[in-house]
Nanobody, 124 residues
Framework: QVQLAESGGRLVQAGESLRLSCTDS????????MGWFRQAPGKERVFVAA????????QYNDFVEGRFFISRNNARSRLYLQMNSLKPDDEAVYYC?????????????????WGQGTQVTVSE
C-alpha cells in the first residue's frame, strides 16, 4: 500500500525559497519514478518535476526556469522539491506522485499514486 504524504507548504513572499517533502510509507519507494505536480485554483493539475527511481535522471516543466530542484533519498523513502525565487504564479497545491515504473516520465497518466497535497501561497 503506497501512502504518500507531502509537507512543507506555507505562505511565503515572492523571491523566497521553500522546500517541500514527501514521505512514502510503503516499502518500494526506490523502485519507482517520483514526481511533483501542482494545481492552482480553477486550473488543471500540471507536471512540475520528476526524478527516476535511482535519481540519475530528472525532468522539469519549462516554467521552472532553473528555480526548482527535485531530489530523493531512497534510504529514507523521501522526495523533495527545492523551490527558489518563488513567484505569485507558483501559488498552488503541490502534489507528490508515484509513477508505475522506474523509467522517467512526465505524463500525468503514468502516475498512479498521489498524496493529499500541500498548499504553497506566494504573496507579492
Amino acid at each position: 500500500q503506497v501512502q504518500l504524504a507531502e509537507s512543507g507548504g506555507r505562505l511565503v513572499q515572492a523571491g523566497e525559497s521553500l522546500r517541500l517533502s514527501c514521505t512514502d510509507s510503503g516499502r518500494t519507494f526506490s523502485l519507482y519514478t517520483m514526481g511533483w505536480f501542482r494545481q492552482a485554483p480553477g486550473k488543471e493539475r500540471v507536471f512540475v518535476a520528476a526524478i527516476s527511481a535511482i535519481g540519475e535522471s530528472t525532468q522539469y516543466n519549462d516554467f521552472v526556469e532553473g528555480r526548482f530542484f527535485i531530489s530523493r533519498n531512497n534510504a529514507r523513502s523521501r522526495l523533495y522539491l527545492q523551490m527558489n525565487s518563488l513567484k505569485p504564479d507558483d501559488e498552488a497545491v503541490y502534489y507528490c506522485a508515484r509513477a508505475r515504473s522506474g523509467l522517467l516520465t512526465t505524463r500525468i497518466s503514468d502516475f498512479d499514486s498521489w498524496g493529499q497535497g500541500t498548499q504553497v501561497t506566494v504573496s507579492e
